[in-house]
């Protein structure tokens, strides 16, 4: 396998019933890459990123997540990747540090690594004043730069991020993307779905599902020349509509 | 009016959700309350819907007063909330027919209003609405929210999480309603949609920020702003950070939007600047404001 490869996909289908939700897709992503995973509600995308986070067995096809497969080495998979959610973030009732220890502590990690990481996130967010605060008391925005950070804990090789900045407000939503470009910068992969078409735009390239198909694959750019499109939303109303 | 409201306030113990609001809305007038999450849009919603009493003000909805003539605005209004609310387990029709004859209708009294979105469900009509798409879940809950012929109706964020081809033809919808003599009030974290609205009110954290139509929001942006792009989007945004005299830095797709602090801003100079960085193909270009640029630089 080509290390540069972390993840890789190959005709992965999932039938529920006679309904195939996903339906023989291909492709791959680098280390390091941004990669957007765009598509209409019910167009397979959750269905996709659940096999691929080891949570759902596919029906049939071949993918491998940081090197581990998705049929057989699922526990693998979840202790090398990071996921965040818009729904699945954080503990409510547990205070910003008791989410990031218990988080520590399900990843593994010692207590003196747990320690320092708690440090420096509490300081890299600026929520030393809130450190002792119950998260459900936090604003949305801080809560999801939060969850994120927790997501990359354990230093995942790869984070699956499922819409992660849905209604927050559009300044957080500026240094969220920063704080992927960070960690992208640094080497950790990142695997995201929006539906802020911008958002599409900060992704080195971006896949779009159709009813369970990926229909295209490219850089924003290329994306835009191909259907001859001014922005990403252009892109994605030519496509989805059909 | 369609909808006034003076000087409301509402609080959850320790927190101000709404701080002094008043606007007011016109018939027939397509209003859009943009703000993100935690702004105090529900919570107004609640209070116009006279689901909830506000501590300090008076608003009037169709107009009837909140407190005072709370029944009759129930029967007078729609509201379809951010969450579903429906029956999960009723079919669609079941659903339709429930509400129906809760405000004393039927369905066939008021279809030609419904009409255009039904026909949409109707092939799924004996399925439960719970085993619904969110899509279809979403255009269930506006028929139902629809059926009693309301003179004004209340959408709290509508869109959220929809992809963007469903909201695309949500709003067509909106505006389809609008020509039937509906006043709507919807709210939207979703700034592009703030264009659609004929006037709209920036919100955040329990403070209108703005009034006004989006064109003139737009147009009274303060400053000139610049679409800035280079070879790498990452150290582009840092170096912009870095600059000594940038006035506001944020992302917007494929470009940084860029403000200067000075007054005598020159571009060549910023582009001197990045390439001391190692930036290269270094783009600098004037662009328009766009609502969401106006709504960063108020709430900055």
Redesign the interface.
């Known amino acids: 396998m080509n290390n540069n490869k972390v993840i890789q996909v190959e005709g992965l289908t999932k039938m529920f019933g006679d309904f195939t939700a996903v339906d023989a897709i291909t492709f791959d992503v680098e280390k390091g890459e941004i990669f957007g995973f765009l598509?209409?509600?019910?167009?397979g995308k959750t269905t996709a990123m659940k096999m691929l986070i080891g949570i759902s067995k596919p029906t049939s096809g071949r993918a491998t997540v940081a090197g581990f497969d998705v049929f057989t080495n699922t526990e693998d998979i979840k202790k090398n990747i990071g996921y965040m959610s818009?729904k699945f973030a954080l503990y409510d009732d547990l205070t910003v540090k008791e989410n990031i220890t218990f988080f520590g502590g399900i990843y593994g990690l010692s207590r003196k690594k747990i320690k320092e990481k708690s440090d420096t996130l509490i300081e890299e967010l600026g929520l030393k004043k809130v450190a002792n605060t119950l998260v459900g008391a936090l604003?949305?925005?801080w809560k999801q730069k939060l969850s994120f950070s927790v997501s990359l804990i354990h230093d995942p090789k790869i984070v699956f991020l499922d819409?992660p900045t849905?209604?927050?407000?559009?300044?957080?939503r500026?240094q969220f993307?920063?704080m992927i470009?960070?960690a992208?910068?640094q080497g950790t992969t990142v695997f995201v779905t929006t539906?802020?078409?911008?958002e599409a735009?900060?992704c080195d390239r971006v896949s779009i599902m159709v009813n369970g198909k990926i229909e295209a694959l490219d850089t924003?750019?290329k994306l835009k020349e191909q259907f001859e499109a001014a922005?990403?939303?252009d892109v994605?109303?030519k496509l989805?509509?059909g | 009016m369609s909808i006034t409201v003076s000087n409301i306030s509402k609080s959850y113990k320790k927190v101000k959700a709404l701080k002094d609001i008043s606007f007011e809305v016109k018939p027939a007038e397509l209003f859009g309350l943009i703000g993100p999450d935690g702004a105090g849009k529900t919570t107004l919603f609640r209070i116009l819907t006279t689901l909830l009493i506000a501590n300090e003000g008076n608003a009037t909805v169709a107009g009837y007063e909140v407190v005072t003539d709370y029944k009759k605005i129930r029967n007078s209004v729609g509201y379809m909330p951010g969450k579903f609310s429906l029956y999960q387990d009723l079919t669609v029709e079941e659903n339709l027919n429930f509400f129906a004859t809760i405000f004393g209708t039927t369905i066939e009294e008021n279809y030609d209003l419904i009409k255009d979105i039904y026909v949409q469900i109707e092939p799924f009509k004996n399925r439960r609405a719970g085993k619904l798409s969110g899509g279809m879940k979403q255009k269930l809950a506006l028929c139902c929210a629809l059926i009693h012929k309301p003179k004004v109706l209340f959408l709290d964020e509508p869109t959220t999480g929809v992809d963007p081809v469903s909201r695309k033809e949500f709003w067509e919808m909106l505006k389809r309603l609008q020509q039937k003599d509906i006043t709507i009030l919807v709210s939207t974290p979703y700034m592009d949609e703030a264009a659609l609205c004929d006037r709209i009110a920036l919100i955040q954290d329990g403070k209108i920020l703005q009034i006004d139509t989006p064109e003139a929001i737009v147009k009274h942006y303060p400053k000139q702003i610049y679409n800035v792009r280079a070879n790498n989007m990452y150290q582009l945004i840092n170096s912009l950070n870095e600059y000594e005299h940038n006035h506001s830095v944020y992302p917007f797709g494929e470009f940084v939007h860029y403000t200067d602090s000075r007054t005598d801003f020159n571009p060549e100079d910023l582009k001197v600047y990045l390439e001391s960085k190692n930036l290269t193909i270094v783009e600098i270009e004037k662009t328009e404001a766009t609502i969401e640029d106006t709504f960063m630089e108020l709430a900055k």
């Open positions: 598509g209409a509600n019910g167009a818009q604003p949305l925005g819409e849905g209604g927050v407000d559009p300044i957080t500026r993307w920063e470009y960070k992208a910068n539906h802020y078409m911008d735009e900060y924003p750019k922005n990403m939303n994605f109303l989805a509509r």
